[in-house]
């Protein structure tokens, strides 16, 4: 067994998280992508994409693929680089651990050929592909005051994730994924991403091409509506009217919301600037994490999910599993949508359950910190796979 | 009057919720024949040619169920090398492998992917929103199907989008 450093990757759709176990923050957060500029050359992979250039019709090519890691030439590109910026100098992989979030329901031949990638061609001393909600879990319960109710909050809860390629809820018990109460969305920021791009593209400026700068429109700008009647309303009379100054390439690479009567920017008359002016699109959007039926796909939405999440499981559980609700996962940072998933969760699960949906400090990283703090202890000892047993055993322990 | 059948209605229904899990990466390699799937690939510089030696041995376990334990890595031919250029994983690729796997004979289980699916949405009726606008649409497109919420917006419709999906 291996007595060195750990590095603990939570490999997100969207985003990697990568870092040094027993670390609060991790080192890099950077897309999980390899990007390439139209009629260029140059691919950028992983952080390179982050550094300060022009976003504009970048094409970027991701190794996950519904949450699952398929395309693994590019998420061997991707992970290389990130290594080799965590690892200490000097310090081969084959003297480190890695902890490595997994997919919830992974299938076995993604198992196999990710073990085989840590291995062979990173050759890492030892490996623990876990799913993140236990993580998440335990980051949280960690990060929480001293416990309001009698119930240890690292033990029992329903973590919903609310992630770039699906949302699941998940209920967690003792640590481990109660794998039959997982319930799934097909929907996830990517797809909100990719219907705000169709929407726009349409309405105003034709942005089909401009991934990137509308993921950025989306954050900024989108919010979860508490009440979509009064808001639709207030939306046709002119409310929650947005500007967003979109990037000219010179001097604005990323584009920015403009606050309603602010001035123009001095350079404004020899630069015209152009702008997206944004309406009900800033809720509609997430709203199809509540109502997925609007655009057509044929199920519930998150809240929906959650309450069948803890309909699966035992009865005696459920009050425990309603009253730590943790919702995490980048979609989780739009305004608004632990309110609405409090509201909507209230009336589909039993009334004599208290319901609490609570959001940890940082929803995004809320499972690489939990991953550290596994990594850092003796339970990552006894879990993990070491390369002998690997060799030895093959790839199917894994499933175990 | 054209009119869209309704199996054209739902084929294009189904392309649209495709397309929200595209990346773009598609879109620009179909527009120039230059950018073919390596532009995305990078020389890690690393000694072991991590791109040769990698999908060999996966290919063989698999095809013996899952139970051989890794054996070194052998060099590609130039038929599988081929062979990978022309088909990708796909993620429904591989969730079908395990799915017809677990049907013969002492496979493994049948994998949990498809049963978690969230069900039907209960307790609420669909809503129906304008294609144009996004504010409530009453109305519906007796040619397309789609649907608008004022005369304003149906004027746009026709002009722009109606019976454009079916080409």
């Known amino acids: ?400 | 009057m054209a009119v869209v059948s309704d199996a054209e209605r739902t084929q294009a229904a189904t392309a649209r919720l495709a397309a929200l899990e595209d990346d773009d990466f598609a879109a620009v390699a179909d527009a120039g024949a230059d950018n073919s799937d390596d532009d995305f690939l990078v020389d890690l510089g690393t000694d072991d040619e991590p791109e040769l030696g990698e999908s060999a041995p996966r290919k063989r376990r698999k095809s013996r169920g899952g139970g051989a334990a890794g054996r070194g890595p052998k060099r590609k031919t130039r038929a599988m090398l081929e062979a990978e250029r022309r088909g990708p994983r796909t993620f429904a690729g591989l969730l079908e492998e395990t799915e017809s796997a677990s049907l013969e004979e002492g496979g493994p289980p049948p994998p949990a992917y498809t049963a978690a699916a969230v069900g039907p949405q209960v307790g609420a009726a669909t809503r129906r929103w304008c294609s144009v606008c996004g504010f409530a649409a009453p109305y519906r497109c007796v040619r397309c199907g789609s649907r608008f919420c004022t005369r304003k917006c149906y004027g746009v419709h026709t002009e722009t989008r109606c019976l454009k999906f079916v080409g």
């Open chain 1, 1 to 400: 067994m291996h007595d060195g450093t750990c590095i603990v990757l939570d490999n997100g759709g969207a985003n990697c998280k990568i870092g040094l176990a027993g670390q609060r923050q991790p080192l890099l957060v950077f897309p999980n992508a390899t990007g390439k500029a139209k009629g260029e050359r140059t691919v950028y992979v992983g952080d390179q994409l982050l550094e300060d250039r022009d976003l504009s019709s970048l094409a970027l090519r991701r190794p996950l693929e519904r949450g699952y890691l398929v395309n693994e030439e590019v998420e061997r590109a991707v992970w290389g680089r990130a290594f080799k910026a965590v690892l200490p100098r000097g310090a081969p992989a084959s003297d480190c651990g890695l902890l490595l979030t997994e997919p919830l329901l992974n299938l076995p031949a993604i198992q196999d050929s990710t073990a085989q990638m840590v291995f062979e061609d990173f050759g890492f001393a030892s490996l623990l592909a876990t799913p993140a909600p236990p993580l998440a879990l335990a980051a949280w319960a960690a990060e929480a005051p001293a416990p309001a109710c009698a119930l240890n909050r690292a033990a029992a809860g329903l973590v919903v994730d609310a992630g770039f390629s699906f949302m699941h809820a998940a209920p967690v018990l003792g640590g481990r994924v109660l794998g039959g109460g997982v319930r799934r969305v097909n929907l996830g920021g990517k797809a909100l991403t990719n219907y705000l791009k169709e929407l726009v593209s349409y309405r105003s400026v034709n942005m089909m091409e401009e991934t990137a700068l509308v993921d950025a429109i989306k954050e900024a700008a989108c919010f979860v509506s508490g009440d979509m009647a009064a808001d639709l309303t207030a939306a046709r009379a002119g409310g929650h009217r947005l500007e967003y100054v979109l990037p000219n390439g010179v001097t604005n690479l990323r584009g920015y919301v403009r606050q309603p009567g602010a001035p123009a920017p001095a350079s404004a008359a020899d630069t015209p600037e152009q702008v997206l002016v944004l309406g009900n699109e800033r809720f509609m959007v997430p709203e199809l994490a509540f109502r997925p039926s609007d655009i057509g796909v044929a199920q519930g939405g998150i809240a929906q999910a959650a309450a069948e999440a803890a309909a699966a499981v035992h009865p005696d559980l459920r009050p425990a599993m309603l009253a730590n609700v943790i919702v995490v996962g980048g979609l989780a940072r739009c305004p608004g949508f632990v309110a609405r998933l409090q509201a909507e969760l209230r009336p589909l699960v039993p009334d004599e359950c208290e319901v609490a949906v609570h959001m940890p400090a940082d929803p995004m990283l809320a499972a690489w910190q939990g991953g550290s703090q596994l990594a850092a202890s003796p339970e990552y000892a006894r879990r993990a796979v070491t390369r002998a047993e690997y060799e030895e055993r093959g790839a199917c322990f894994l499933a175990a």
